[in-house]
């Protein structure tokens, strides 16, 4: 489409009184300025900067929706042209008029507009629990609609609508989207395949299929964070949110759950909305994008927060609501990079304020996601390193070497605590015993003491971590296969060489059950000794 700008005083002189004279001579002005212009018929005025009052940005003759001025618009499903019309009088807040062959879109404009002309983008249910799109137009938020149905899916129309707002128009060119049942399955769609056009989506029970959620990754990558609130009875909760909420996670994406206990499909949206508008305002915002000091090649950016889940109670709804994810939990910046002559990338979880020092851990394995001990180091401050592994046998002694280097010269401690669990303890061990003067403890959940890094096995090499005092803490479940061979047998060669080593057996836990295990201990011992 062409621009077609109509300067506010000839609009102005279009529906002032005045003889017919007078306004042939004004058509015909409109007519040269505009000759070799093709697209829309209506005007479309610079958008106003933030804090201003939003008047004059769109032709067309506008109505009231919820107290705020309502324009309509028809979009020619077939050409996309897009003109202006009237609401009619008997559809008030909503729309009851459907035109064959013309989609019906809608924009409300704010009071006052927000920094960075933000808006909301619904495609289903116009008008259908609106009280969230209220709010955020009391925020400086526009509010757009475009006609969508089982029968009208998300397609080249709604490329259109985007463009109209954002090059004619002058919205953010990354929309927040609202999406209640059809309409969150239809947000998903568009933005899986404009990832780089949306900022964030809100969807309240939506619909979804497995092709669909195969299509998230791009989202995650893009940084579009998600909220879902849904009902704990909705058929839709299991085969759609639950699995997108999982499979996100996974990609490093940030999702926030909210599930209304006893809640079925109906009614959508919370009788209060500050929460889902709190959480789309700030979301809206771009994101950070200064990378960390230390960040080397290909540097990437995910997100490390729990799963936990808090069971709080919403008194405007009724019932009490189960929160998790970002929305409700510390989010933490995760980084992976690669440095040169090292095999394999380097994840680094950061804290939101370092400690003095900058404390950190280095492990061989990735953390999972509720790695309890991790998660209250970093509230403490540390760093959380996840050494290179390349796609050979395992760790490689130089790589790590040179990882350790690279964070030491950008103010990472000289003495990290070492951290692993299972056989990524018997790495951490390896690397520690070749470098016993720069570690400063060594914490294991179920050691398996096997390294493809060592030329000697650490079970049989203990002595240089013993000769600089290097403690020890294994943590170990009574039923884990590996405790008598690896642990235990730890215990006793390291405490005959006079070093300092505490087991703990947890009675009744085998080697998968470490968020069960003395988290408050471990966390303790590792930040007594990198003090």
């Known amino acids: 489409m062409n621009d077609l700008k109509i300067p506010r005083v000839l609009k102005q002189a279009l529906i002032v009184p005045g003889n017919s004279r007078t306004k ?7 007519a040269f300025c505009f000759a070799g212009f093709a697209g829309t018929a ?108 089982a029968t009208l899916p998300p397609g080249r129309q709604w490329d259109a609508w985007h463009d109209f707002l954002t090059d004619k128009l002058g919205l953010s060119r990354k929309p927040a989207f609202i999406g209640m049942s059809k309409g969150g399955e239809f947000a998903y769609m568009w933005a899986a395949d404009h990832p780089d056009k949306v900022s964030c989506i809100y969807a309240d029970n939506p619909g979804g299929h497995p092709n669909l959620l195969m299509k998230m990754g791009p989202l995650a ?17 299991g085969r759609t949110s639950l699995a997108l909420e999982n499979m996100y996670r996974e990609f490093g994406g940030r999702i926030t759950m909210m599930i209304k206990e006893g809640r079925g499909h109906h009614p959508h949206s919370l009788r209060d909305s500050q929460p889902i508008a709190d959480w789309m305002e700030q979301n809206a915002k771009p994101a950070s994008l200064t990378p960390p000091a230390f960040g080397g090649a290909k540097l990437i950016k995910t997100y490390y927060y729990s799963s936990a889940t808090s069971y709080r109670n919403f008194s405007t709804e009724g019932t009490y609501i189960a929160c998790r994810g970002p929305g409700f939990v510390d989010c933490y910046d995760r980084f992976s990079f690669e440095i040169e002559g090292v095999q394999g990338e380097i994840n680094v979880i950061v804290p939101k304020t370092p400690a003095p020092g900058m404390p950190w851990i280095y492990r061989a394995d990735y953390v999972k996601r509720d790695a309890a001990v991790d998660l209250a180091l970093l509230a403490k401050g540390f760093h959380i390193v996840s050494g290179p592994l390349p796609y050979a046998d395992g760790p490689v002694i130089a790589s790590w070497n040179a990882v350790y280097k690279h964070l030491t010269d950008h103010g990472f401690s000289e003495k990290p605590a070492m951290e692993g669990e299972g056989a990524a303890a018997g790495e951490e061990y390896a690397w520690a015993i070749e470098n016993p003067d720069k570690v400063s403890c060594i914490y294991a959940e179920n050691p398996v003491m096997r390294s493809v890094m060592a030329k000697t096995q650490p079970i049989d090499n203990l002595a240089p971590l013993a000769k600089a005092g290097v403690p020890l803490l294994d943590i170990c479940g009574s039923l884990d296969p590996w405790l008598a061979d690896n642990a235990m047998v730890v215990k006793k060669k390291y405490k005959k060489l006079g070093g300092k080593i505490t087991v703990i057996v947890k009675q009744g836990e085998g080697q998968f059950s470490p968020n069960s295990l003395d988290t408050k201990t471990a966390v303790d011992f590792i930040i007594h000794n990198t003090n």
Not at 24 to 30: G, M, N, Q, R, T
Not at 99 to 108: A, D, E
Not at 231 to 236: A, E, K, Q, T
């Open 24 to 30: 042939l001579f004004i058509w015909a002005a409109l």
């Open 42 to 149: 209506f005007a479309a005025d610079v958008p106003a900067q933030a804090g201003e009052p939003a008047t004059g940005v769109l032709g067309g003759e506008k109505t009231a929706w919820h107290g705020f001025d309502r324009y309509d618009f028809l979009m020619d499903e077939q050409t996309l042209a897009i003109k202006p019309i009237k609401a009619q009088d008997d559809e008030m807040d909503g729309i009851k008029h459907q035109i064959k062959g013309q989609r019906r879109c809608i924009v409300v404009v704010p009071k006052r507009v927000a920094a960075g002309n933000p808006w909301s983008w619904q495609g289903c249910y116009w008008n259908h629990q609106p009280q969230a799109e209220v709010e955020l137009l009391k925020r400086g938020f526009h509010i757009a609609y475009i006609e969508s149905s």
């Open 221 to 237: 990558t893009n940084d579009v964070p998600l909220l879902n609130v849904c009902g704990s009875i909705d058929p839709s909760l």
